[in-house]
């Protein structure tokens, strides 16, 4: 068998994401019938069936299920390398730090102060999006806090706290000096999970809120909570958002991560000044 293409690997993400031929066709930028003939071909090179092809539909099998995955992996791979090349080459290279704004625990500054190798560039993001930019190759390193994926990541704990809820000043729950996830049973976080859930996916389909103002304001009203760490909590005081402790809460951690396969000495450099800032730290949690 010969090996796989890239090519054959982004058209056959593109049918089974779309679970549609039209639509991957209109993706790709290219007419239905030669993608109908590039899975085809793909299918007889690999030996297995991958698509299950109706009038109306596209569905997977496992071996279908199984390659996506891989596929998805390769084709970030492939594009993580070619914009690392394409920086390594620049005249001026950059180092360029994803994170979520106000998710640094005030290291940030410290760490830009002391490092001195390149200079850096800031990507800012939402939940999730820091992980995703070290995997497709658009930032070199992250300061990302629990939880996440840390497949083809490696990383180093900076900073842990415990996390609190944040709610409504006038909740009766408010009115507790602790609380547990049983007791938050029924509120909704920004992500469109449960509150007694702790910490999961957003459910498929569910408008995740991102904008930090817009969480405080929906918090303020009750018409959410949020789990946050001790170290924003202490950041943010808000006269209409009281902050408690949930006792079967999981701590937060801050990690500096890059990707597994980096030798960027650059990188390594700010992965040692990121510590060595955190170790100096007073990161003390105020008291509730």
């Known amino acids: 068998m010969s090996d796989l293409e890239t090519r054959q690997l982004r058209y056959f993400a593109a049918v089974a994401e779309e679970r549609h031929f039209g639509r991957a066709a209109e993706r790709l930028g290219m007419a239905q019938p030669p993608l109908s003939r590039a899975i085809r071909d793909l299918e007889r090179q690999l030996g297995v069936q991958l698509l299950v092809r109706t009038t109306r539909q596209v569905t997977l099998t496992a071996a279908g299920e199984s390659l996506l995955d891989d596929a998805r992996r390769v084709l970030d791979a492939v594009a993580a390398a070619e914009r690392r090349a394409r920086r390594a080459g620049q005249e001026a290279p950059v180092l360029r730090v994803a994170l ?13 102060d002391a490092y001195d190798v390149l200079p850096v560039e800031l990507l800012l993001g939402g939940p999730g999006d820091q992980a995703a930019a070290l995997h497709d190759g658009r930032a070199d390193v992250a300061l990302l806090p629990t939880p996440y994926s840390d497949i083809g990541l490696d990383a180093e704990p900076l900073v842990t706290s415990p996390r609190v809820v944040a709610l409504a000043a006038n909740d009766p729950l408010a009115a ?9 049973a029924g509120r909704e976080l920004p992500n469109g999970s449960r509150a007694e859930e ?5 459910p498929s389909g569910s408008r995740i809120v991102r904008d930090l103002s817009q969480i405080f304001n929906l918090v303020e009203v009750g018409t959410l909570v949020w789990y946050l760490p001790q170290w924003l909590a202490d950041r943010h005081p808000r006269p209409g958002v009281a902050y408690r402790p949930v006792e079967d809460l999981a701590e937060a ?30 990161l003390t949690p105020s008291v509730l």
Not at 198 to 202: E, F, N, Q, T
Not at 257 to 277: D, G, I, L, N
């Open 176 to 184: 507790r000096k602790s609380l547990r996830l049983a007791d938050l």
């Open 100 to 112: 979520k704004a106000d998710y640094d625990a005030g290291l940030l500054p410290k760490i830009l």
């Open 198 to 202: 702790g910490d999961v996916r957003a």
């Open 253 to 282: 951690t801050l990690y500096v991560a890059w990707p597994a396969e980096s030798r960027s000495t650059a990188v390594a450099a700010f992965v040692r000044t990121a510590k060595a800032v955190a170790a100096e730290s007073d």
